[in-house]
Protein backbone atom coordinates (compact mmCIF):
# COMPACT_ATOMS: atom_id res chain seq x y z
CA UNK A 1 0.00 0.00 0.00
CA UNK A 2 1.43 3.82 -1.09
CA UNK A 3 2.00 5.79 2.10
CA UNK A 4 -0.14 8.98 1.94
CA UNK A 5 3.31 10.71 2.51
CA UNK A 6 4.99 9.47 -0.55
CA UNK A 7 7.96 6.95 -0.01
CA UNK A 8 10.31 7.02 3.21
CA UNK A 9 13.56 5.41 2.74
CA UNK A 10 13.44 2.58 5.28
CA UNK A 11 9.73 2.71 6.34
CA UNK A 12 7.03 0.16 5.64
CA UNK A 13 3.31 1.32 5.16
CA UNK A 14 -0.32 -0.10 6.07
CA UNK A 15 -3.75 1.34 7.54
CA UNK A 16 -5.66 -1.24 10.06
CA UNK A 17 -9.28 -0.47 10.97
CA UNK A 18 -9.08 -1.25 15.02
CA UNK A 19 -12.40 -2.01 16.32
CA UNK A 20 -13.19 -0.02 19.73
CA UNK A 21 -16.77 -1.83 20.37
CA UNK A 22 -19.39 -3.72 18.60
CA UNK A 23 -20.20 -0.82 15.86
CA UNK A 24 -16.91 1.13 15.64
CA UNK A 25 -13.55 0.52 13.68
CA UNK A 26 -10.55 3.21 13.84
CA UNK A 27 -8.49 3.75 11.62
CA UNK A 28 -4.75 3.54 12.31
CA UNK A 29 -2.09 4.33 9.77
CA UNK A 30 0.85 2.77 10.76
CA UNK A 31 4.64 3.41 9.51
CA UNK A 32 6.92 0.89 10.68
CA UNK A 33 11.15 1.40 10.62
CA UNK A 34 12.24 -1.81 8.61
CA UNK A 35 15.48 -1.53 10.84
CA UNK A 36 15.85 -1.81 14.26
CA UNK A 37 15.91 1.83 15.33
CA UNK A 38 16.80 3.37 19.01
CA UNK A 39 13.71 6.04 19.42
CA UNK A 40 10.43 5.29 20.93
CA UNK A 41 7.53 4.66 18.84
CA UNK A 42 4.92 7.10 18.80
CA UNK A 43 0.87 6.94 19.18
CA UNK A 44 -0.26 10.17 17.24
CA UNK A 45 -4.20 11.69 17.73
CA UNK A 46 -4.87 15.03 15.73
CA UNK A 47 -7.56 17.61 16.46
CA UNK A 48 -11.24 17.34 16.00
CA UNK A 49 -12.12 16.80 12.48
CA UNK A 50 -8.23 17.06 11.44
CA UNK A 51 -7.10 16.41 7.83
CA UNK A 52 -4.27 14.49 7.93
CA UNK A 53 -2.86 16.11 4.59
CA UNK A 54 -2.05 19.01 7.30
CA UNK A 55 0.25 16.89 9.05
CA UNK A 56 2.16 15.58 5.97
CA UNK A 57 5.25 17.06 6.49
CA UNK A 58 5.74 16.32 10.28
CA UNK A 59 5.19 12.91 10.02
CA UNK A 60 6.99 12.10 7.34
CA UNK A 61 10.17 13.80 9.24
CA UNK A 62 8.64 11.99 11.97
CA UNK A 63 8.35 8.05 10.24
CA UNK A 64 11.78 8.81 8.58
CA UNK A 65 13.30 7.54 12.22
CA UNK A 66 10.84 6.22 14.48
CA UNK A 67 7.48 4.03 14.32
CA UNK A 68 4.29 6.52 14.18
CA UNK A 69 0.81 4.98 14.44
CA UNK A 70 -1.32 7.88 13.29
CA UNK A 71 -4.60 7.20 15.00
CA UNK A 72 -8.47 9.18 13.49
CA UNK A 73 -11.14 9.29 16.26
CA UNK A 74 -14.32 8.67 15.71
CA UNK A 75 -15.70 11.81 14.24
CA UNK A 76 -13.83 11.17 10.86
CA UNK A 77 -15.04 10.40 7.91
CA UNK A 78 -12.57 7.45 7.65
CA UNK A 79 -14.19 5.64 10.99
CA UNK A 80 -16.36 2.50 9.71
CA UNK A 81 -19.27 3.03 12.10
CA UNK A 82 -22.14 -0.10 11.84
CA UNK A 83 -25.81 1.11 12.58
CA UNK A 84 -24.74 4.87 13.25
CA UNK A 85 -27.94 6.21 13.63
CA UNK A 86 -27.66 4.24 17.19
CA UNK A 87 -24.73 6.26 18.38
CA UNK A 88 -25.37 9.09 20.14
CA UNK A 89 -23.73 12.44 21.18
CA UNK A 90 -21.83 10.71 24.29
CA UNK A 91 -20.33 8.54 21.93
CA UNK A 92 -18.25 11.00 20.55
CA UNK A 93 -17.29 12.74 24.21
CA UNK A 94 -14.09 12.77 25.04
CA UNK A 95 -14.29 10.40 27.60
CA UNK A 96 -14.99 7.68 24.41
CA UNK A 97 -12.17 8.99 22.50
CA UNK A 98 -9.43 8.55 25.70
CA UNK A 99 -11.40 4.81 25.92
CA UNK A 100 -10.58 4.29 22.72
CA UNK A 101 -6.66 5.42 22.50
CA UNK A 102 -6.02 2.68 25.60
CA UNK A 103 -7.74 0.09 23.32
CA UNK A 104 -5.80 1.02 20.29
CA UNK A 105 -2.60 1.37 22.67
CA UNK A 106 -3.21 -1.91 23.99
CA UNK A 107 -3.39 -3.54 20.66
CA UNK A 108 -0.50 -2.33 18.97
CA UNK A 109 1.59 -2.68 22.68
CA UNK A 110 2.03 0.80 23.09
CA UNK A 111 0.48 1.07 26.48
CA UNK A 112 3.86 0.76 27.51
CA UNK A 113 6.85 3.39 29.28
CA UNK A 114 8.45 2.42 25.97
CA UNK A 115 6.18 4.53 23.44
CA UNK A 116 5.60 8.17 23.64
CA UNK A 117 2.33 9.71 22.81
CA UNK A 118 1.64 13.03 20.71
CA UNK A 119 -1.43 14.58 19.62
CA UNK A 120 -2.84 18.33 18.97
CA UNK A 121 -6.15 20.71 20.18
CA UNK A 122 -8.54 18.11 21.16
CA UNK A 123 -6.61 14.61 20.73
CA UNK A 124 -4.06 15.93 22.77
CA UNK A 125 -6.82 16.56 25.25
CA UNK A 126 -8.20 12.89 24.54
CA UNK A 127 -4.78 11.92 25.34
CA UNK A 128 -4.30 13.67 28.80
CA UNK A 129 -8.05 11.84 29.90
CA UNK A 130 -6.73 8.52 28.75
CA UNK A 131 -3.71 9.05 30.80
CA UNK A 132 -5.57 10.08 34.56
CA UNK A 133 -4.74 7.18 36.89
CA UNK A 134 -2.13 5.74 34.51
CA UNK A 135 -4.55 4.35 32.38
CA UNK A 136 -2.59 4.84 29.62
CA UNK A 137 0.42 4.03 30.96
CA UNK A 138 3.24 5.97 27.98
CA UNK A 139 6.66 6.93 28.84
CA UNK A 140 5.55 10.61 28.35
CA UNK A 141 3.05 12.68 26.40
CA UNK A 142 4.47 15.88 23.98
CA UNK A 143 0.82 17.57 23.44
CA UNK A 144 0.09 20.33 20.64
CA UNK A 145 -2.17 23.39 22.06
CA UNK A 146 -4.30 20.75 23.97
CA UNK A 147 -7.57 22.29 25.56
CA UNK A 148 -8.78 23.02 29.00
CA UNK A 149 -12.41 22.98 27.84
CA UNK A 150 -14.97 23.73 24.85
CA UNK A 151 -16.62 26.46 24.70
CA UNK A 152 -18.23 28.57 22.36
CA UNK A 153 -20.91 31.46 22.32
CA UNK A 154 -24.14 30.87 24.04
CA UNK A 155 -25.68 32.47 20.68
CA UNK A 156 -24.65 30.20 18.55
CA UNK A 157 -25.96 27.22 20.87
CA UNK A 158 -29.46 27.12 18.60
CA UNK A 159 -27.22 25.93 15.49
CA UNK A 160 -26.23 22.51 17.69
CA UNK A 161 -29.78 21.48 17.68
CA UNK A 162 -30.33 21.97 13.56
CA UNK A 163 -31.05 18.84 11.77
CA UNK A 164 -27.82 17.42 10.42
CA UNK A 165 -28.93 18.09 7.25
CA UNK A 166 -27.79 21.56 7.81
CA UNK A 167 -24.54 20.94 9.12
CA UNK A 168 -22.69 21.14 5.19
CA UNK A 169 -23.95 24.68 5.01
CA UNK A 170 -22.53 25.14 8.71
CA UNK A 171 -19.23 24.75 7.47
CA UNK A 172 -19.19 27.69 6.01
CA UNK A 173 -20.11 29.58 8.81
CA UNK A 174 -16.83 27.87 10.32
CA UNK A 175 -14.70 28.89 7.88
CA UNK A 176 -15.87 32.66 8.16
CA UNK A 177 -15.49 32.24 11.85
CA UNK A 178 -12.05 30.86 11.79
CA UNK A 179 -10.59 33.53 9.19
CA UNK A 180 -11.75 36.67 10.96
CA UNK A 181 -12.07 35.55 15.00
CA UNK A 182 -9.40 32.65 15.17
CA UNK A 183 -6.89 32.58 12.25
CA UNK A 184 -4.43 35.23 11.04
CA UNK A 185 -5.12 34.73 7.58
CA UNK A 186 -2.40 36.89 6.34
CA UNK A 187 -0.06 35.60 8.53
CA UNK A 188 -0.49 32.22 8.51
CA UNK A 189 -2.39 31.60 5.57
CA UNK A 190 -1.21 27.86 5.48
CA UNK A 191 -3.27 27.35 8.55
CA UNK A 192 -6.53 28.69 6.96
CA UNK A 193 -5.88 26.26 4.14
CA UNK A 194 -5.52 23.84 6.52
CA UNK A 195 -8.92 24.43 7.81
CA UNK A 196 -10.53 24.58 4.66
CA UNK A 197 -9.49 21.40 3.46
CA UNK A 198 -10.69 19.78 6.73
CA UNK A 199 -13.98 21.27 6.36
CA UNK A 200 -14.39 19.70 3.08
CA UNK A 201 -14.00 16.34 4.08
CA UNK A 202 -16.52 16.26 7.71
CA UNK A 203 -19.11 13.85 7.95
CA UNK A 204 -21.90 16.16 8.93
CA UNK A 205 -23.72 13.60 10.88
CA UNK A 206 -20.74 12.78 13.14
CA UNK A 207 -19.92 16.64 13.36
CA UNK A 208 -23.35 17.51 14.93
CA UNK A 209 -22.46 14.67 17.53
CA UNK A 210 -19.22 15.75 18.32
CA UNK A 211 -19.91 19.16 18.53
CA UNK A 212 -23.00 18.52 20.94
CA UNK A 213 -21.20 16.56 23.30
CA UNK A 214 -18.10 18.43 23.82
CA UNK A 215 -19.58 22.01 24.31
CA UNK A 216 -23.24 21.50 25.56
CA UNK A 217 -21.54 18.56 27.31
CA UNK A 218 -19.40 21.29 29.18
CA UNK A 219 -15.98 18.97 29.75
CA UNK A 220 -13.58 20.57 31.43
CA UNK A 221 -9.58 18.70 31.82
CA UNK A 222 -9.25 18.84 35.65
CA UNK A 223 -10.74 16.13 36.95
CA UNK A 224 -7.82 14.01 38.37
CA UNK A 225 -5.26 15.60 36.42
CA UNK A 226 -2.87 15.13 39.01
CA UNK A 227 -2.64 11.79 38.65
CA UNK A 228 -1.00 12.14 35.44
CA UNK A 229 2.80 11.34 36.64
CA UNK A 230 4.05 10.66 33.38
CA UNK A 231 6.44 14.16 31.92
CA UNK A 232 4.49 15.88 29.49
CA UNK A 233 5.41 19.15 27.08
CA UNK A 234 2.82 21.29 26.22
CA UNK A 235 3.66 22.73 23.06
CA UNK A 236 2.38 26.48 22.30
CA UNK A 237 2.82 29.90 19.90
CA UNK A 238 2.04 32.96 20.96
CA UNK A 239 0.41 33.33 17.13
CA UNK A 240 -1.92 30.90 17.87
CA UNK A 241 -5.44 32.39 18.39
CA UNK A 242 -7.77 29.04 18.09
CA UNK A 243 -5.98 27.97 22.18
CA UNK A 244 -6.65 29.90 24.72
CA UNK A 245 -2.77 30.52 26.27
CA UNK A 246 -4.09 31.26 29.74
CA UNK A 247 -5.61 28.06 29.64
CA UNK A 248 -2.30 25.97 28.23
CA UNK A 249 -0.34 28.00 31.22
CA UNK A 250 -3.11 26.50 33.72
CA UNK A 251 -2.79 22.70 32.18
CA UNK A 252 1.10 22.50 32.49
CA UNK A 253 0.79 24.35 36.24
CA UNK A 254 -1.37 21.68 36.97
CA UNK A 255 0.35 18.58 35.34
CA UNK A 256 3.31 17.50 38.49
CA UNK A 257 5.57 16.93 35.55
CA UNK A 258 5.15 19.35 32.71
CA UNK A 259 7.38 21.69 30.90
CA UNK A 260 6.23 24.21 28.28
CA UNK A 261 7.77 24.44 24.87
CA UNK A 262 7.16 27.61 23.20
CA UNK A 263 6.89 27.52 19.41
CA UNK A 264 7.65 30.22 16.84
CA UNK A 265 4.15 29.87 14.92
CA UNK A 266 1.13 27.68 14.31
CA UNK A 267 3.19 26.66 11.12
CA UNK A 268 5.84 25.43 12.96
CA UNK A 269 3.97 23.17 15.07
CA UNK A 270 2.85 21.18 12.34
CA UNK A 271 5.33 21.02 10.02
CA UNK A 272 8.90 18.94 10.26
CA UNK A 273 10.55 21.39 12.13
CA UNK A 274 8.45 20.30 15.34
CA UNK A 275 10.57 16.78 15.16
CA UNK A 276 13.55 18.47 16.73
CA UNK A 277 11.99 20.09 19.87
CA UNK A 278 10.49 15.94 20.58
CA UNK A 279 13.82 14.55 20.29
CA UNK A 280 14.87 17.05 22.55
CA UNK A 281 11.56 15.82 24.79
CA UNK A 282 12.33 12.49 24.61
CA UNK A 283 16.11 12.66 25.60
CA UNK A 284 15.06 14.60 28.68
CA UNK A 285 12.52 11.55 29.82
CA UNK A 286 16.02 8.98 29.08
CA UNK A 287 17.92 11.38 30.70
CA UNK A 288 15.96 11.87 34.01
CA UNK A 289 14.88 7.68 34.06
CA UNK A 290 18.53 7.04 33.75
CA UNK A 291 19.53 9.32 36.68
CA UNK A 292 16.31 8.10 38.88
CA UNK A 293 17.66 4.39 38.29
CA UNK A 294 21.10 5.74 39.37
CA UNK A 295 19.88 6.94 42.34
CA UNK A 296 18.11 3.87 43.18
CA UNK A 297 21.39 1.20 42.34
CA UNK A 298 23.29 3.68 44.54
CA UNK A 299 21.43 3.49 47.16
CA UNK A 300 20.93 -0.31 46.72
CA UNK A 301 24.70 -0.83 46.85
CA UNK A 302 25.48 1.50 49.86
Known sequence: MDSPCGEIKGVEYREEFVAVDKLVRLKVMVFRQTAAQDKSPVLFVAGWISSFSGW????????????????????????????????????????????????????????????????????????????????????GAFLVGPNSEFAAPRPLWWILSLHVCFYKPFTYFLKWYLRNFRVDAEKEPEQMQRYKKMLKTVNPSRLKHSARSVILGGYQIWENIETIRVPVAVAYALSDKLHDLNNLLLIAKRLPCSKLNECPSNLYMHSEHLLADINAFEQDIRTTTKNKHDRENHKITT
Not at 64 to 88: G, P, Q
Open 56 to 139: VPFIRALASERDVYYLETREKESAIIENENLLEDDDFSIYQNAEDIIKVAEHFGLNSPQAIACGSSLGATSLLEAMKKGRLNVG
